[in-house]
């Protein structure tokens, strides 16, 4: 098959601008209007070219057998218990969206809420689900379409019927209740214009007061000009005493409140009045609260402090800081500070007199989730999981530390057959970073496997090893998985996650390119066989890496990204990301280290670039797809060689959350087999064998 391409003619429309004294030329912004029928017409055939392509691979059908005979087997989630009911999700194997389930005692389980039903393409997702005090009533938020905007369904849990009307217009919230009367939630006042990319940057939290309509909920916080923040949080403190709010202007750094509301007319308490740690109250006992913080301990620790005096003077170490970062949760009155250690888990077991009761001896090396409950739970559930062991949950018991399996997958994958090993290599600077390899054992280190280098540096997010069905399906196929810690990610607290922002981003696409530099250099794979992958702030990372080492991959694969670095605050919460990023409006000389790495300002003529496959969402409300759309659009123009540069827009969908599994499915039959067909491979490395 012959790789050249005929692409769809896009026009170029030049707006041209000075910005600190620089002329910038944005020749496709006509692209940023979601609703216009040009931008319609232009998605439709850019997908007529991308599909007519993969449609010409030769296995993207067995690829898509096995992703669908692997991801069918059963998925349980670990269980909480509400009122008389325990609830858990499950998915039989292949169904779009997970079910939530209950039972009472030893009956059966019986269908509590069925996502699949909501919508007849089942791209209508379950958000979050959330029980009154005595769990007789449920709050739960869905998505239409992959949209971060949320409706809220009310709901009476015995009888399972629909209460009041539905709230609508809720972006970016949490749903907490306040005993058996009504709950907090948080949104934006409805945008003028298009609701997939209008700006989104004044968050209000309100109280919702059941048996009332929506337009007479009160407003709590976030009216005044001083409360003016991009994201606010509230919530309530277990023994419905406290009310915390907290405040961001952006995805790092909040300001932090509390509101007795056992005391009618009581004012709201100021724990902290800036931005320069991220705290958050995990628990109290009265009015003593313990609270997670980095304050003046990057790696986190967690403090206690009276509620009447909470400024941080007045804070008594309560767990120190150490040199691994910690996550505490809170369940059966104890606290479990589960800490990465070199990006994999360890938990130790607290009373709440500050004593060190027991670490958890783990099932393995891997990440764990769970240790969370009620003050008054007997058992716990945790999950546990690395890059070649799907996920299984335990059940806990608090008091002497022991656990039993609770549910664990069957599923025709035999992980025995891989392996997993971290490795340390150096960057640009000679700052040493972690990264985990895996695939089959007795792979040959010969230049010649097919391999993935995986993303994302920022944020404060942290890649722990965790299973993958898509991953799995390409190691079966003798493809390598590898998974670095970049800086601007958490995983060695805040002094690593400021590593790589703003004026210093450019340490995150050295730690990958120095990756990738490394997986070549020890034969795992060489630049002929290696693809980068990544999504959101990841696929910043892979357009980025594409265009400044475009000699050092065969293939790139950037999804949902953000990709028009001078222009990304303009839309919906892009503003929010400033932390991470700085703005062109910053200072000029933020705008010329924006402009020297931004993906749609870096494509230059004549450059070899790789076989690109752009994936996106057309209701993607976080990245809007127009960052993909001018990325393609500057691609397809200036790509020297036959490199295909496509870009695969998902019809009603947008971030990723909540995509119905066939969706998933397709797309990732679709990046294998345009991977592996780009790297020469005219069949399967390792065909599925006949049944």
Known sequence: MNKNVKYPKTIKNPIIENIFGTTVIDNYRWLEDDKSTET????????????????????????????????????????????????????????????????????????????????????????????????????????????????????????????????????????????????????????????????????????????????????????????????????????????????????????????????????????????????????????????????????????????????????????????????????????????????????????????????VKLPGVGSVGGFGGKTTAKELYFSFTNYKTPASSFKFNPTNGTYTTYWKPSIAFNSDAFESKQVFYTSKDGTKIPMIITHKKGVKLDGKNPTILYGYGGFNVSLTPTFSIANAVWMEQGGVYAVPNLRGGGEFGKKWHDAGTQLKKQNVFDDFIAAAEYLIAEKYTSSKFLAIQGGSNGGLLVGTTMTQRPDLMKVALPAVGVLDMLRYHTFTAGAGWVYDYGTAEDSKEMFDYLKGYSPVHNVKAGVKHAATLITTGDHDDRVVPAHSFKFAAELQNKQCGENPTLIRIETNAGHGAGTPVTKTIAQYADIFGFTLFNMGFDQLPNPPKAK
Do not use: C
């Open 40 to 359: 319609e017409a232009w998605v439709k055939a850019q997908n007529k070219v991308t599909f007519l392509y993969l449609s010409k691979i030769p296995y993207r059908e067995e690829l898509k057998n096995r992703l669908s005979e692997l991801w069918n087997y059963e998925k349980v989630g670990t269980p909480f218990i509400e009122g008389d009911y325990t609830y858990f999700s499950k998915n039989d194997g292949l169904q779009n969206q997970s079910v939530i389930y209950r039972k009472k005692g030893d009956a059966e389980a019986e269908v509590f809420l069925d996502p699949n039903t909501f919508s007849e393409d089942a791209t209508t997702s379950l958000g979050s689900l959330s029980f009154s005090e005595d769990g007789k009533t449920a709050a739960y938020s869905i998505s239409e379409g992959g949209s971060d905007w949320r409706k809220i369904i009310i709901l009476d849990a015995e009888s399972k019927t629909i209460q009041e009307d539905t709230l609508v217009d809720i972006k970016f919230s949490g749903i907490s209740w306040y005993k058996n009367e009504g709950f907090y939630y948080s949104s934006y006042d409805k945008p003028k214009g298009s609701e997939l990319s209008a700006k989104t940057d004044q968050h209000k939290l309100y109280y919702h007061k059941l048996g009332t309509s929506q337009k007479d909920d009160i407003l709590i916080f976030g009216e005044k000009t001083s409360e003016k923040y991009r994201y606010v949080f509230g919530y309530l403190t277990e023994d419905y005493k406290y009310l915390v709010i907290s405040a961001q202007i952006s995805t790092s750094g909040n300001k932090l409140f509390i509101k007795d509301v056992s005391k009618p007319n009581s004012k709201l308490i100021t724990i902290l009045d800036d931005l320069k740690s991220d705290t958050r109250v995990i628990d109290n006992r009265g009015s003593k609260l313990y609270l997670a913080t980095n304050l003046n301990a990057p790696n986190q620790k967690v403090v206690s402090v009276d509620a009447a005096n909470p400024t941080p003077e007045n804070w008594k170490d309560f767990i120190l800081e150490t040199e691994n970062v910690l996550s505490p949760s809170t369940g059966a009155g104890f606290i479990f500070a589960t800490y990465m250690v070199d990006a994999v888990s360890k938990v130790l077991q607290y009373d709440f007199e500050g004593n060190l009761l027991r670490e």
